[in-house]
């Protein structure tokens, strides 16, 4: 499965991006998927993660009520809407298949992974 986001960008502190994601293979509609990132200087994060049909949504605290993960039914593409973005967001964003139909905050869940996309927000 090869992964592809994109829509990233540069962007002012309060603004907005959406980030798709999607997958070349049929078998990730059948498995979770999710968004990670990676600010310079740092480990690699979990964002947000979705379940095979579109439910069991969870979010990194850091995110919550700012960015909406969806996806349709058993699709295999998925998108990461981010609004009022902080100048903390900016990082490489990272989407990920899992292993399974549900999604996780651990990295380790995820068998694929896209090659990023850069998200930088100027205060």
């Known amino acids: 499965v090869q992964l592809q986001a994109s829509g990233g960008g540069q962007v002012q502190a309060g603004g907005f991006l959406r980030l798709p994601c999607a997958a070349s293979?049929?078998?990730?509609?059948?498995?979770?998927m999710a968004w990670f990132r990676q600010a310079p200087g740092k480990e690699r994060e979990f964002v947000a993660a979705?379940?095979?049909?579109?439910?069991?949504?969870i979010y990194a605290d850091s995110v919550k009520g700012r960015f909406t993960i969806s996806r349709e039914y058993a699709k295999s593409s998925m998108d990461l809407q981010m609004n009022i973005l902080k100048p903390e967001d900016t990082a490489l964003y990272y989407c990920?298949?899992?292993?399974?139909?549900?999604?996780?905050?651990?990295?380790?869940?995820?068998?694929?992974w896209g090659q990023g996309t850069l998200v930088t927000v100027s205060s």
């Open positions: 990920a298949v899992a292993r399974k139909a549900y999604g996780s905050r651990q990295q380790m869940d995820y068998a694929y």
């Open positions: 293979r049929r078998p990730a509609s059948n498995n979770g």
């Open positions: 979705i379940a095979w049909n579109g439910g069991g949504t």
